[in-house]
């Protein structure tokens, strides 16, 4: 069993940052792929980013190109998410989960494990 717990999220104005963490136990993730993915109200989870545990691969969903960065510390089993940049649009729950099929993948239904989700709210 894995669990993910999520903090780091708030409130911030419009083209402020804040980063995310997403602090992973109960086993060993040498072979996990790990990533972000955000729910709006009234809109479905959508994927953020995404990277192997080894760090050596990321992805990105194309509206948080060059503003967001994912980044895991091996050591702390901790995952992270710097969100710089940030305007309205980006304000949702961010969910940060766990896949054991495949390094990084923008399919939510690859996820195995969950955590339970931070709000992020961005005012204008």
């Known amino acids: 069993q894995v669990q993910l717990v999520e903090s780091g999220g708030g409130l911030v104005q419009a083209g402020g940052s804040l980063r995310l963490s997403c602090a992973a136990s109960g086993r060993t993730f040498s072979s996990y792929g790990m990533g972000w993915f955000r729910q709006a109200p009234g809109k479905e989870r959508e994927f953020v980013a995404a990277i192997s545990w080894s760090g050596t691969n990321t992805y990105y969903t194309d509206s948080v190109k060059g503003r967001f960065t994912i980044f895991s510390d091996n050591e702390k089993h901790t995952m992270y998410l710097q969100m710089n940049s940030l305007n309205p649009e980006d304000t949702a729950v961010y969910y940060c989960?766990?896949?054991?099929?495949?390094?990084?993948?923008?399919?939510?239904?690859?996820?195995?494990?969950w955590g339970q989700g931070t709000q992020v709210t961005v005012s204008s």
């Open positions: 989960a766990a896949t054991l099929s495949a390094a990084t993948t923008p399919l939510i239904h690859e996820y195995d494990y």
